[in-house]
Structure formats: structure tokens, C-alpha cells
């Protein structure tokens, strides 16, 4: 089976576990934490440290439910900049507060984005921000039956 790693060493039973615990909930406490994982706070607090200093964990985040908050129209965007504005449209990308998320990828397009808007209007103004630099394939979202996860750490 495959180890996971990172540059001090191996990922174990215990960080595995506390990864897992954190993704679904950032806010679980030390206290928490030490008590599911029958260890103490200090050594859990050094483990959290030693997994945010090296990279392996990057942030902690909440999840917002848009459409709670009246931003009902989730979009992806496959983006695909015209010759020679790759740059120009990854700087129109990152100043559109609509866009929550962007990867640069592989294929036909050149970048993937997803947006939240509130009317198919809106969703309409922020793809004619990109026109004339790009052409855009969208495909507004009607669930997720899947949805944002961590991939499965677990490989003893």
C-alpha cells in the first residue's frame, strides 16, 4: 500500500485522523480532538503545528451556503483566452468577486471557474467581461451530489 508522505516523514494513523476530523470541522477544539483521539492537547497542538508548518495543512475555512444567502445561480466556466491574452484573462478572472475558484488547466480551455451570481443577468454580465479576451463555454449548476470533500487518506 501506498505511504503518504511529506517532507519530515510519514503521515500517520493519528495525523490522518486529525486531518479528517478538522476537514469536517475546522472548529473542533484541542480539548476535542484529544479527546476522540485519546491523547493530550499539547501533543495534538505540536501535531496540528508540525502539519501546518510543513505544508500539509494550508488553511482552516468554513463553507458558505450561497443560496442561503441569496446567490441562488452556481456556474462553472470553461474559459479559453484568445491568442496572446492568456495573462489579460487571468487578471480579469482574479478582479471578478463572482469567481470563487480557478484552476489553470490542461485541454482545450485554459482555465476552469466557478461562479456564484445571483440572476442568470448577472451571470450573463460576468461572461461579457471575458468575451472580448476569450471564449467561454458555461454550464450552470443544478446540485452537487457530490460535494466538496477530502480525498480518502485512509491507504493502510
Not at 23 to 42: G, H, K, T
Not at 78 to 106: F, H, K, N, Y
Not at 113 to 125: C, D, F, G, I
Amino acid at each position: 500500500m501506498k505511504k503518504l508522505r511529506y517532507e519530515n516523514g510519514d503521515i500517520d494513523r493519528i495525523d490522518r485522523r486529525i486531518i479528517e476530523i478538522l476537514s469536517e470541522n475546522a472548529r473542533a477544539s484541542l480539548a476535542e480532538l484529544a479527546r476522540l483521539l485519546d491523547l493530550s492537547a499539547p501533543t495534538i497542538s505540536e501535531r496540528i503545528k508540525r502539519l501546518e508548518e510543513t505544508g500539509v495543512i494550508e488553511n482552516f475555512t468554513v463553507t458558505v451556503n450561497y443560496e442561503v444567502l441569496g446567490i441562488p445561480v452556481a456556474a462553472w466556466l470553461r474559459i479559453r483566452p484568445m491568442p496572446g491574452e492568456l495573462r489579460c484573462v487571468a487578471e480579469i478572472i482574479q478582479s471578478l468577486p463572482e469567481i470563487v475558484q480557478c484552476d489553470r488547466i490542461t485541454g482545450g480551455d485554459c482555465f476552469i471557474a466557478l461562479a456564484h451570481v445571483e440572476t442568470q443577468s448577472e451571470l450573463e454580465a460576468l461572461i461579457d467581461k471575458l468575451i472580448p479576451y476569450s471564449m467561454t463555454n458555461t454550464s450552470i449548476v443544478q446540485s452537487s451530489p457530490v460535494k466538496r470533500r477530502l480525498l480518502t487518506l485512509d491507504t493502510d
